[in-house]
C-alpha cells in the first residue's frame, strides 16, 4: 500500500510542476514592442465576429495581437464570474446584455473607458445604456434590435397583404388569426404566428413599448394586454401552444426557416442565420422581408414615425486588471469595433452594428437579404430601448417575471392573479418600492 | 486470490457464497416474467430508441408537430459529418484519460479508506465518518465558488489535474465500500489476525478480494459519472483541446444551436462506450465471488 | 487486581497503534478530501453569515441571511416542492430498484441484455432524457396522452406545461432515470446473502415472501441502509433533472432548493444568501442522515 501513498505523492508533486508550466503567462510583459490582449468570445466557429473584429485591428496595428479565448455560449456569464473571482479574467470580455452589466461595474470589474467613448459618433447606439454616474465602463459594437419577419410566400398563398409599417399589436392578432383561416383553406399547415417562449419576447415589448412601464415601479400591470393577446392567438389556433413549444422543443429558426408559421418576431441577429441556412438547405428557400415590430399604439406606429422596439446593445469592456502598459492598446480596439471600419467588417457578416445607419448600404448588399424599402427602414430606422434597466434588482425581477411567464401562458393562472402575485413577492424582497 | 492456498482456519467461507437459486423451472412463470421484463425494458429504452432514431433524420424533421417517430429517409450521413464538424475524437479520449484516471484514484483511496472505517476502532472514527458523509449533503452549487478560487490558487483550473481533484476523492466510494466491508464478517478478520496477517495484508489479501462485487459496482459507478459530468469540466476547463465528451457535446449545441440530429448522433456515440463496458462487465457484479474462485 | 494496569496498557498500547493503522488508511484519500471538500464547505458555513456578491469582499451580515429566508415565499415553495419530489421519489425507486434486482438476480437467458437495457436510462445524456421525454408528455401531441384519450379520457393531464401536473411529471422520469442505478447497487448487495441460509429456509419449508423477509431482507440490511441515505440525500438535492426538464415552471411549480440556491447565487449574484439557503438544505439533509443512522444502529443491536 506504500506504492499508492507514493503514486498519489508524485500525482500532486507532477500537478504541481505542470500548473506552474501550464498556467496563464502572466501578465508582465514589457512596456514597448507588440502587445498580446486576451478577448472572450463564444462559439467561434459559427460566430465569426470576434476572430473578424480581431484580425481587422491587428492588419492596422502589426504591434498588437488579439488572442480570442472560448467561452461556453450558454453559460458565458457563469463562467466569466468564476475566471474574474479568481482573478484569471481574459483583458477584454463581452457584456452579452444589460442584465449583468450592474454586477460588473457595481463589482469592479471593469474599467473606465469615457475616454474612448468621447471619441465616438453620435450615431454608435447604446453607448448611454453603459454609462453609469457620467461614466462609460463598457464599449457597444453589435445593435440588435427586434424587428418582425414575415414570409411573403405565405402571405401570397394566404391572399393577405404584406405588413406596410403602420401595425399595433392588434393589427397583429387580427392578421395572424385571418392568415391562419385563410392558410388552412388554401390547404396549408403554416399558423399565422409564432412567438417564441421566451419571456422578453412577451415582456421586452411591453416594457419597451407601454408609456409609463417601469420594471422597478413594482406595477407590473403593463403587461396585461400583451399577455391577453398572446393568449388570445394561442385559443384561436393562430399560433403553437406555449406547453407544445416547450415539451418539443421547437426551434424558432425552423418554425419560421421551414415555413410553420408566416410572421415572427425576433431580433435582427436571425438576418444572418436565415441567409446561412437558406444557403444551406436546413431553411426552406422563399421570399421574405422584415418588418417594423408591431407598435403599442398608432401614435409610433408607420414609416415616417419612430417605431420602438427594444434589444441590449452588445458592448466590450476592460479588465481592470490587465497590465498598465496595455491599456492605451485595449483602449484603441475597443475605439476600433465601434468605429465606421468596425462597423463595417461587421455588416459584411451579416451582424448588426451598432452604428449601423452607418453601414446600411454594405448591410443590404448581402446575398439572399430583402431588399424592399420596408426592410431597409425597418432595419435602419427604430428607437431602441433595452430589455431591461440596469439595476442591482434587475436580475432577480427578471427571474420573478420569468415565473410569471410561464404560469400565464401555460394556463396555469390568470394574468390578472400572476401579476399580484409577481408584485406581492417583488415587494416582499425589496427590490421595488 | 492467494486466499486459495492459504484459508485461514475455521473460516466459514462458504458464508458468503453468492445466492443460487435451483428451483424447478416454471414455464408458465417462466414466460410471464420474459414478457413482463420486455414490456418493461422496452419502455425503459424508448428514449434510447428516439436518440438513434433522430440521429438518422434530417435536422428539421426532429422536432415536428406531431412528433415522427422513425425517419422518412434513413440519413447516414450524421454519423460521417460529426467527426469532421466536431473534435469527437479529441473529446473521447480526454474523457476516456479522465475517467480512467479518476476511477483507479478513487477505487483505489475509496476501499483502502473504507477498511479504515470499517474494521480499524479507533478513537474519532465515527465522528470523521459522519463528516465525511455530511459533505455528500451539501449542494455542490453551493460551495463552487469557493472551490473555483481554491482551485485556481493551486494553479489547478483550466488542467485534467482539476477534474481529477474534484472526482477521484469522493465520500461516496468511501461510505459504498464500508457498507460492503461490514457485511464480510469479523471473525474472518480476526482469524487473520491471529495468524499474524497485519492490516494491510488483510485489505490486501481477503477483503478486496471478497469485494469484487462492490469494486465493480464502483469502478462502473465512478466511470459512468466522470464520463458524464457536466458541471465540473464546464466550469474549470476553459481550452478547447482539454474538452471532454459532456463539454464538447453541449458547445457543439451552443456552436450548432439547431442541429438536433447531429447533436442526437454526439449523444449516441458518447453512450456506446459505456454500454459497452457494461455489457463486458456486468457479470461482474453478480459473479464476482464466485470468479475469485471461492468455491469453498 | 494486579494484571488490570498490564491490560490497561496493553490496550492503550493498541488504541494508539490502532489510531496509526487506522489514519494511515483514511490518509490518502482524506489529504484529496480534506483539501479539496472541507475547505470549501467550511468557507460556505462563512459566507451564510456575509453578504458577498463574489467580487467585493465578503462583509459579515450575522442573521440577516437566515431571517430573510423566513420571510421570503419562494424559498417556502422550493422547500415544499423539494419535500414534495422527495416523498414520492424515494419509495417509488426503492420499491422499483428492488423489484428489479430481484428479478434480475438469476441466471436466464439475456440477462445480460436485461441488466443493461434497465442501467440505460442513467447513462443517457441528460439532454437527450429531457427531450425525449417532454415529447412523450406533450400535451396535444405526445403519445402518453394519445394512449389516456385512447381510454376515453377527454380532458388528460398537461405534464410538464401544467402547473399541476409537472412535479408527477418530473417524478416519474426521476424513477426511471435512478431505478437502474440503485438496482445496480441491490444486485451487489444480494451476493453477499449467504446461500445457505436459503436453503435452510427452505428445510424449514418458508414460502417465496417468507424467505424474502427472513433471509433476503436482512441480509441486504448495510446496502439498502447505503441506497436509501444515498436516495435520501439525492431526492433532497435533485438539481439538473428538473433544470433540463422544467426549468423550476411552469411558474414556481418544480422549483425546488438546489434551483433556488443556483439561482440567487448565479443569476442574482447573491452568494452570500445562496450560501445560507444550502446550510438549510444540508441540516435537513443531515436530520434526515442522521435519523436514518440512529435507526439503523437500533436494529443492529
Redesign the interface.
Known sequence: MKRSIAVLGAAAAISLVLAGCGGSSGSSEAASGPITLTLAGWSLSTTPEFKTLADGFHATNPDVTIQVKEYDATNYDTQMIADLAAGKGPDLYVQKNLKNFFTYQDGKQLLDVSDVAKGLPDTVKGLSNYQIDGKTYAIPYRGDSWVMYYNQALFDKAGVDYPDGSWTWDDYVSTSKELTTKLKAAKSKALGDYQHNWQSTTQGFALAQTPGADMQSGNFSYLKPYYERSLALQKAGAQVKIGDVTTNSLTYQAQFGKQQAAMMPMGTWYIATLLAQQTSGEADQFKWGIAPAPQFDATTAGTSKTPVTFGDPTALGINPKLDKSKVTAAKAFLGYIAGKQGAESLAKIGITPADSEAVADTFFELKGIPTDDLSKFAFATHDTKPENPVAKSTPALQNLLNELHTSVLSGSVTVDAAITKAQDQAKSQGLTK | MTMLETPPAEVPL????????DRTPNRVG?VL?YI??GIL?SA?????Y??VSSSLKM??DV?????KWYPDTVVWGNYVDIWQKSEMTTWLRNTLLLSVVVTF?QV???S??A???AK????G?DV?F??????????W???????????????????F?SI???Q?????G???MK??Y???PDDLIDAARIDGMN??GI??RIMLPLSV??L??LT??TL?NT??D??GP??YL?S?GLRTI??G???F??????E?AL??TG?VL??LP??VI??LG??Y??E??ATTGLKG | MATMPVARRSRGRLMSRNTVVGWSFLLPNFIGFGIFTFIPVGLLFYYAFTDWNVFTGAEWSGLDNFSRLLNDSSFWTALRNTFYYSIFHIPLTLGASLALALLLNRKMRGVAFFRTAAFFPYITSIVAIAQVWNMLFSPSFGPINEIIRAFGVDNPPGWTSSANWSMPAVIIVGVWREMGYYMLLILAGLQTVPAQLYEAARVDGANAWWQFRAVTLPGLRPTMFFVTVMLTIGSLKVFDLILVMTDGGPGQSTLVLTQYIYQKGFKEQEFGYASAISIVLFGICLAVTVVQFLVNKRKDA
Open positions: 462458504n458464508l458468503v457464497k453468492p445466492r443460487r437459486p417462466q416474467r413482463a421484463l425494458i425503459v429504452l424508448l428514449p434510447f428516439w436518440m435536422n428539421n422536432f415536428t408537430i406531431p412528433v484514484l483505489l483511496t475509496g483502502f479508506a477498511y479504515g472505517f480499524v476502532r479507533f478513537p472514527r470523521l459522519l463528516a465525511y458523509i455530511a459533505t455528500i449533503a451539501v449542494p452549487q453551493s460551495y463552487m465558488i469557493p472551490q473555483f478560487v481554491l482551485f485556481s490558487k493551486l494553479k489547478l483550473t483550466d488542467t489535474w481529477i481533484a474534484l477521484a476523492f469522493s465520500a461516496f468511501v461510505f459504498l457498507q460492503f461490514e457485511t464480510i492490516e494491510y485489505y490486501r462485487p462492490a465493480a459496482s462502473l459507478l459512468v464520463w458524464n457536466y458541471l464546464l466550469l476553459r478547447p459532456q463539454l457535446l453541449k458547445t449545441v451552443s456552436t450548432y444551436n439547431a438536433y447533436i442526437m449523444s458518447s453512450v459505456i454500454a457494461f455489457l456486468q457479470r457484479f453478480v464476482g465471488i
